[in-house]
């Protein structure tokens, strides 16, 4: 059974960054069959992709955070991380990293999320 | 980016009583459409793909329908369980993958 389960920080001052790592157990980054996913979800609100990696490193992000958002892969500890630079209070959220056969396809299993508050 | 509108925002409804939810897409997204359940303070879990596909372990309560820009959650017949909040996805133009806005399904 594939599990996913972030790590990381739960307090961030505005404008600095928050880092996220997604350990996945029960399976591996580099197998080549699944893209690996951050989403979040504000307090009381609906989801929003953030982007996704594949183990060879290639991504793609969300275009309203791409200028903000890195991705990377560490496929020796099977480990995924998100760097989200210049946070606002309007980051804070439940981060979820996710998994999918890629492209046209849902996302299957999920971590559990961890809260990032933005906050002095 | 396409735009994912789920309706009503809240529905009430019996144990035991039917449920259906509407998922409305901004431009067609063929079948591939993605329903997820997220209850308080856990991931939201896959139940349907394929717009009618339930994924592995969903009881057959849970059907999904629908193609291009409408579609269909209904629970047949309502379990405690099953009190929670549903999310429409869809995953044929990306970026970015677009959820809607969810739709809580609670007991009446």
């Known amino acids: 059974q594939v599990r996913l389960q972030e790590s990381g920080p739960g307090l961030v001052k505005p404008s600095e960054t928050l880092s996220l790592t997604c350990t996945v157990s029960?399976?591996?980054?580099?197998?080549?069959?699944?893209?690996w996913s951050w989403i979040r979800q504000p307090p009381g609100k609906g989801l929003e992709w953030i982007g996704y990696i594949y183990y060879n490193g290639s991504t793609n992000y969300n275009p309203s955070l791409k200028s903000r958002v890195t991705i990377s892969v560490d496929t020796s500890k099977d480990q995924f991380s998100l760097r989200l630079s210049s946070v606002t209070a309007a980051d804070t959220a439940v981060y979820f990293c996710a998994r999918d056969l890629g492209g046209n396809y849902p996302f299957d299993y999920w971590g559990q999320g961890a809260l990032v508050t933005v906050s002095s | 980016e396409i735009v994912m509108t789920q309706s009503p925002a809240t529905l009430s409804v019996s144990p035991g009583e039917r449920a259906t939810l509407s998922c409305r897409a901004s431009?067609?997204?063929?079948?591939?459409l993605a329903w997820y359940q997220q209850k308080p303070g856990q991931a939201p879990r896959l139940l349907i793909y394929g717009a009618s596909t339930r994924a592995t372990g969903i009881p057959a309560r849970f059907s999904g329908s629908g193609s291009g820009t409408e579609f269909t959650l209904t629970i047949s017949s309502l379990q405690s369980e099953d009190f929670a909040i549903y999310y429409c996805?869809?995953?044929?133009?990306?970026?970015?993958?677009?959820f809607g806005q969810g739709t809580k399904v609670e007991i009446k």
């Open positions: 431009q067609s997204v063929s079948s591939n």
């Open positions: 996805q869809q995953y044929n133009n990306w970026p970015p993958w677009t």
């Open positions: 029960g399976g591996s980054v580099s197998s080549g069959t699944y893209y």
